[in-house]
């Protein structure tokens, strides 16, 4: 006999305790007794709610990977470009160790996406600070100024020949704008404005590898009864 998810209401068999499409739960009980009167759960974890999360273990699987992840994923790090590949591996991680360290051995996609929205937002404040103290480091501390002004006045003149090869032809407005982003207000403001993007776009990338991580956990695991 076939009955249907309670969440996602795709097709369970009737033997089965999880949901193979989303890992819920299906509550199983004994069929004689009579009506209306309560019956006993067939397996002794049924009642655990699905979506909840141990923090307490979680955050530390969370931090021993969020921290590395935000660091490797910084403007400091020669492999900052790789950055939606270290916070999905790091939330995929988090969300392995996390199952692992549980019994029964099971998380749903809701529980798995928000271990990786608080491991993107931990790797996202690491990057995002790791960032700021590098650009600090390198104008004031290693003297090169110089250089890092000499780039920005060269992605601004680009940008300007873009703006006009898109037919931006606004000569006023362009001059102003061009003004705007060559003056240390501009330059700090754009330049904090593209890290804090970054890092939302690091998160973007940790919550989905959480939830991913949590759908192939929920088909592959089950729990111990």
């Known amino acids: 006999m076939e009955i249907t998810c309670h969440r996602c209401h795709q097709t369970v068999q009737a033997e089965n305790c999880y949901c193979p499409a989303c890992g819920l739960p299906q509550l199983m009980y004994e069929a004689d007794g009579p009506p209306g009167q309560s019956q006993p759960e067939s397996w002794n974890e049924a009642v655990r709610d699905a979506s909840s999360v141990d923090w307490k273990v979680a955050l530390r699987a969370v931090l021993l990977l969020a921290v590395p992840a935000g660091l490797l994923s910084s403007e400091a790090s020669q492999s900052g ?7 999905t591996t790091a939330s995929v991680c988090a969300v392995g160790l996390y199952v692992r360290s549980q019994r029964p051995a099971w998380i749903t996609l809701g529980a798995g996406a928000r271990i990786g929205l608080v491991t993107g937002l931990v790797a996202g404040w ?3 600070g790791a960032s700021g103290c590098a650009l600090f480091a390198q104008r004031f501390f290693l003297h090169q100024s110089n250089q890092i002004d000499a780039d920005w006045r060269a992605y601004v003149d680009a940008y300007q020949q873009l703006n006009a090869q898109m037919g931006f032809a606004d000569t006023a407005h362009m001059q102003a704008q061009k003004a705007l982003m060559l ?6 403001g754009f330049m904090t404005a593209t890290i804090i993007s970054n890092a939302a776009f690091l998160v973007f990338f940790a919550v989905a590898g959480g939830a991913l991580a949590a759908r192939l956990l929920a088909r592959t695991r089950r729990p111990e009864v």
């Open 81 to 87: 470009r790789l950055g939606m590949f270290w916070m």
């Open 126 to 128: 690491v990057a995002l």
């Open 183 to 188: 003056s240390p207000e501009g330059h700090a």
